[in-house]
C-alpha cells in the first residue's frame, strides 16, 4: 500500500493502517456557515486509517458530497494529528544526591484536517485546518523561562480565503527567596491577529477586517504577606499594542490597551481588587473597586 | 493503600516546607487543617489572572525551591529507582491543578521518598 501518508508515518517509526468500515451520513458543519445551505456528507464503506510512532491518527476518507440545489461531488476528507511530543530533558539525578539545579522541557505538536472537493463548490468545509505549537521551558534555580510558539492556518477551497494566525512568546520568572518568596513573572508576545468579528474596528475602518500585528506584554508580581487575614498582594499588568496601525484604528483608540490590577487575597478566597483600563476584549476603559469571594464548585 | 495524613515526615516535610516558602500563615491553618486545603488557596497560585503560562512558571518556581528545602531539612532515600526528574515532573502537573490539596502534593512526594521514619 502506498500513500503519501505511509511514507511520512515510515519515516517516522512503525505505523498500523486499517481500513475503516462503518459507512455514517451526516450533515456538515461549514467553516463559514452559508445561510440556506445544507450539505449532505455520506462516508462511504472503505477509508483509511493509520497511527506511528509520531502520530496519533491519521484518515483518508472517501465523501459524496451533496449541496441543496447543486450538483454533487466526491470528495476526500484527511486528518492528521501528532501524537504530543513531550521531552523532559532534565538530567536523571538519584533521590538521595540534591536535586538538579536546571530542569529542561520541550513539546511539540501539530495536526491538520480539512477536505478536499473534486467541484470546489460543493466543498462546504475548509479544504485545510492545520495548527502547530511548540514550547521550550528552562528552569535555573530561582530563574525561569518560557518559549513558546504557535500557528493555526485554514484555508477554504475555491475562493481561496484564507486565515492565519501565530503567536511568539518568551517568559520569565523569578523567586526571591530573600523578600519572603515573592515571584516576579512576566510574559511578552508578538502575535498576528485576524479579527473575523470585531464591530468597533469595523466601525473604524469602514471597510473589511484585515489581520494585524501587535505586541502584547504581561507582568505579575506575587507579594506573600501572611499576616492577619491578609494572605498576599498580587500587582499585574497587561498591554496590548498594535504594530503600525492605521490611523483610524488609532484615532477610534483601539490600538492600545491597558490593564493595571492590585489584589489584595485575604483568608478563605475573599479579596479586594482594584482595576484600572480595559483589555481588546473588554474595551470599556474604567476603573473598577472589586470585592468577592471566589471559590469553586465542590470545594 | 491509600495516603493517610497523619504526624509523620512524609506529611509534616509537606506543612513544613511550604510555610517555609510563605505559602500560607502557619498560625492561621494548623497541620490537621492543612491536608484538605485546595492547592490554589497557596500563594504560589495566581488570583488574578488565568493565564496558563503564568501558572506554569510559578508551579516551576515552586517545584524548585520545593526540592531544595526538601533535600536540606531531611535526610532522603529513594522508594525503588525513581529520580528527582521523575519526582519533579509530578509535583509539577499537581501545583498546576489548584483543585489539588496539600495531601495529594504530600502522597506524591512519599511516593518518591522514604523518610527517616519509614522503614
Known amino acids: 500500500m502506498k500513500c503519501a501518508a505511509r511514507r511520512f508515518a515510515s519515516a517516522c517509526g512503525p505505523c498500523i493502517f486499517s481500513a475503516v468500515l462503518p459507512l455514517t451520513a451526516a450533515h456538515a458543519q461549514p467553516a463559514e ?39 454533487g461531488s466526491l470528495g476526500i476528507g484527511y486528518e492528521l494529528v501528532s501524537r504530543p511530543l513531550a521531552r523532559d530533558l532534565t538530567e536523571d539525578v538519584p533521590i538521595g544526591s540534591p536535586p538538579p539545579k536546571i530542569r529542561r522541557f520541550a513539546s511539540f505538536e501539530f495536526s491538520a484536517r480539512g477536505l478536499y472537493a473534486a467541484r470546489a463548490e460543493a466543498n462546504n468545509e475548509n479544504l485545510i485546518d492545520a495548527a502547530a505549537s511548540g514550547t521550550y521551558e528552562l528552569t535555573y534555580g530561582p ?37 519572603r518568596d515573592t515571584e516576579v513573572i512576566t510574559r511578552l508576545a508578538l502575535a498576528r491577529v485576524d479579527p473575523t468579528h470585531d464591530a468597533d474596528r469595523q ?11 501587535r505586541w502584547e506584554f504581561e507582568g505579575l508580581v506575587v507579594i506573600p504577606v501572611l499576616k492577619g487575614a491578609l494572605q498576599k498582594i498580587e500587582l499585574g499588568h497587561r498591554r496590548f499594542h498594535e504594530i503600525d ?20 487575597q485575604l483568608e478563605d478566597g475573599f479579596f479586594i481588587a482594584y482595576t484600572r483600563g ?19 464548585i465542590g470545594e | 493503600m491509600a495516603f493517610e495524613w497523619k504526624q509523620n515526615l512524609a506529611c509534616g516535610s509537606a506543612y513544613k516546607v ?19 486545603v485546595k492547592l490554589r488557596r497557596l500563594t504560589y497560585f495566581p488570583a488574578s489572572t488565568s ?16 526540592a531544595q528545602l526538601l533535600d536540606r531539612f531531611y ?40 523518610f527517616q521514619d519509614e522503614r
Not at chain 1, 41 to 57: C, M, Q, T, V, Y
Not at chain 1, 280 to 290: C, N
Not at chain 2, 51 to 66: G, N, P, T
Request: with cysteine; net charge neutral; aromatic share 8%.
Open chain 1, 33 to 71: 456557515p452559508v445561510p440556506g445551505a445544507t450539505s449532505l456528507s455520506f462516508h462511504p464503506a472503505f477509508g483509511l486509517s493509520g497511527e506511528g510512532k509520531w502520530i496519533e491518527r491519521f484518515t483518508l476518507t472517501p465523501r459524496i458530497l451533496q449541496m441543496q440545489d447543486q450538483p
Open chain 1, 143 to 179: 530563574v525561569v523561562a518560557k518559549s513558546a510558539f504557535s500557528a493555526a492556518y485554514s484555508r477554504q477551497q475555491g475562493n481561496g480565503t484564507s486565515l492565519r494566525k501565530w503567536e511568539v512568546s518568551q517568559g520569565v520568572g523569578t523567586w526571591l527567596r530573600g523578600l
Open chain 1, 203 to 213: 466601525a473604524a475602518l469602514g471597510g473589511p477586517l484585515d489581520s494585524y500585528r
Open chain 1, 245 to 264: 496601525a492605521p490611523s483610524a484604528v488609532r484615532a477610534a483608540g483601539l490600538d492600545r490597551f491597558r490593564l493595571s490590577s492590585i489584589c489584595f
Open chain 1, 278 to 296: 480595559g483589555l481588546p476584549a473588554d474595551r470599556k476603559d474604567s476603573q473598577v473597586l472589586h470585592m468577592g469571594w471566589s471559590t469553586n
Open chain 2, 18 to 36: 511550604l510555610e517555609a516558602l510563605h505559602q500560607f500563615n502557619a498560625s492561621k491553618l494548623s497541620f490537621e487543617r492543612a491536608a484538605d
Open chain 2, 51 to 66: 493565564s496558563e503560562d503564568i501558572l506554569r512558571m510559578s508551579a516551576m518556581l515552586l517545584v524548585q525551591q520545593y
Open chain 2, 75 to 114: 535526610v532522603l532515600r529513594p522508594h525503588g529507582a525513581g529520580t528527582w526528574k521523575d519526582l519533579m515532573a509530578d509535583m509539577q502537573a499537581v501545583l498546576e491543578d489548584g483543585d489539588n490539596t496539600i495531601a495529594v502534593l504530600a502522597s506524591t512526594v512519599d511516593e518518591y521518598i522514604r
